[in-house]
């Protein structure tokens, strides 16, 4: 079955600080890899994808995902922390023998401390 | 550029009652897919429509039926509401039915009492 961890329910960093917020996957196929972001009463914001190539990725807001397909992970970072970065991030995974739906994880609630 | 948008923003409706969700796809889009994310979870896949058809379908109950209009947009309607439906309705829109890029509506609040 498919399914995506995300590991950590909270995660609390200093303004500034770095960020790696982790995510692991099953699939019996090729994954396309995904990472969203929701703000408080918000939908989904796209911040970085990967379907092949380069396994490190760059998105928007200065967030890079690597992956590795040995670990079957796609972990975020991001160097420096600012407090508007303080929202919901969700790992998502698709794949074409699976059709086209996304399954998500669980999210991990990110809070920056000034 | 308008995104994709969804109507209404929140909703409160009763047991056993009926509720339709609207969604408008993001201009150039082609393809609509609706989630519901419970409180505390991720999103799950309901299901997506594509040239007014019902391509996939995620684990959810018949209860669960849509439709997609030839401008593209489309409705999530829910018969006999349980509590359990109680969630956020995501809408997402892209071009085609690949894997590329979803973008999603601010979705609807809706609460079953």
């Known amino acids: 079955a498919q399914s995506v961890t995300q590991p950590d329910i909270h995660i609390t960093v200093s303004e500034g600080a770095s960020l790696e917020l982790r995510c692991n996957y099953s699939?019996?196929?090729?994954?396309?890899l995904f990472w969203y972001v929701q703000s408080p009463g918000q939908g989904l914001q796209l911040l970085l994808k990967?379907?092949?190539?380069?396994?490190l990725v760059q998105g928007i807001k200065g967030f890079e995902a690597e992956f590795k397909r040995s670990q079957s992970s796609f972990n975020l970072r991001k160097p420096s922390v600012h407090w508007s970065d303080a929202a919901e991030y969700f790992c998502?995974?698709?794949?074409?023998?699976?059709?086209?739906?996304?399954?998500f994880g669980a999210g991990t609630i990110l809070r920056v401390k000034s | 550029d308008a995104g994709v948008t969804q109507s209404p923003t929140h909703l409160i409706k009763t047991r056993g009652q009926q509720v339709t969700l609207r969604c408008s796809p993001k201009?150039?889009?082609?393809?609509v897919s609706w989630y519901q994310q419970a409180l505390g979870q991720g999103p799950q896949f309901i299901f997506q429509?594509?040239?007014?058809?019902?391509?996939q379908r995620g684990n959810f109950p018949d209860r669960f039926s849509g439709h997609q209009f030839p401008n593209y947009s489309s409705e999530l309607n829910v018969n006999a509401l349980l509590l359990g439906d109680s969630a956020l309705y995501l809408c997402?829109?892209?071009?085609?039915?690949?894997?590329?890029?979803?973008?999603f509506g601010p979705g609807t609040r809706l609460t079953v009492t």
């Open positions: 699939y019996g196929a090729t994954p396309y």
């Open positions: 998502a995974v698709g794949a074409r023998e699976y059709g086209n739906k996304l399954v």
């Open positions: 997402a829109s892209s071009l085609g039915t690949g894997l590329y890029e979803q973008y």
């Open positions: 990967y379907f092949s190539g380069d396994t």
């Open positions: 201009s150039g889009h082609d393809t």
């Open positions: 429509y594509y040239e007014e058809e019902e391509r």
